[in-house]
């Protein structure tokens, strides 16, 4: 038997862990993670005579997969807009947190290092927490945060998948910092 040549059969058992791994540390929803990886084997089965070999399966499955978890942030983001008049709810606004020129943290308000943070336990005890902050997000803050800080994907492609404008997205990024920081220092990070 050839073993370039896929068999759907054993995706799940050879793929479905890693797969559902992946989805779940960029998504952090159990159910959405799952769904993720059916579809994902859905589309891989559709698209099975168009799978040429110059990947391995296993990178093939990644890259759809891949695709399928920013088609589920484009289709979040569709829900919530934020509108550029939004700015300031009452409080400090953005440009008291960011530089204009650059989109960073002014000195006095750059966050602390967190580099203390060192052992297993403490590494995973953050990851949960920034975890659970992200999940705080509204949904277009967290399809926008993901893509950018996790995917790494450039503000372009972002605007271009989410249908943004570029000072829309720069909102959004901003408004995403700001509340992943203040949820961060909630839980005692960040704070000398």
């Not at 966050?111 to 949904?139: F, K, T």
Request: net charge negative; hydrophobic share 40%; charged share 25%.
């Amino acid at each position: 038997m050839n073993p370039s040549i896929p068999i759907p059969a054993q995706w799940p058992d050879r793929y479905g862990d890693e797969l559902f791994r992946f989805a779940l540390s960029r998504v952090s929803d159990t159910d959405a993670a799952e769904e993720l990886v059916q579809e994902t084997f859905l589309s891989a089965l559709d698209g099975l005579a168009t799978f040429r070999a110059e990947a391995s399966e296993r990178t093939w499955l990644f890259v759809i997969l891949r695709r399928k978890i920013i088609d589920h942030y484009r289709r979040q983001a569709r829900t919530n807009q934020v509108s550029l008049d939004e700015l300031s709810d009452g409080g400090a606004m953005d440009a008291d947190f960011f530089n204009s020129e650059n989109g960073h943290w002014t000195g006095a308000q750059a966050p602390a290092s967190w580099l203390n943070a060192d052992a297993a336990l403490e590494q995973q005890e953050l990851h949960e927490i920034i975890r659970r902050c992200q999940q705080r997000l509204p949904a277009q803050q967290e399809a926008v945060f993901v893509m950018r800080f996790v995917e790494e994907l450039s503000a372009e492609e972002i605007c271009q998948e989410l249908g943004l404008t570029a000072s829309n997205y720069w909102v959004i990024v901003h408004r995403a910092k700001l509340q992943l920081r203040r949820c961060l220092e909630k839980h005692g990070l960040g704070k000398n």
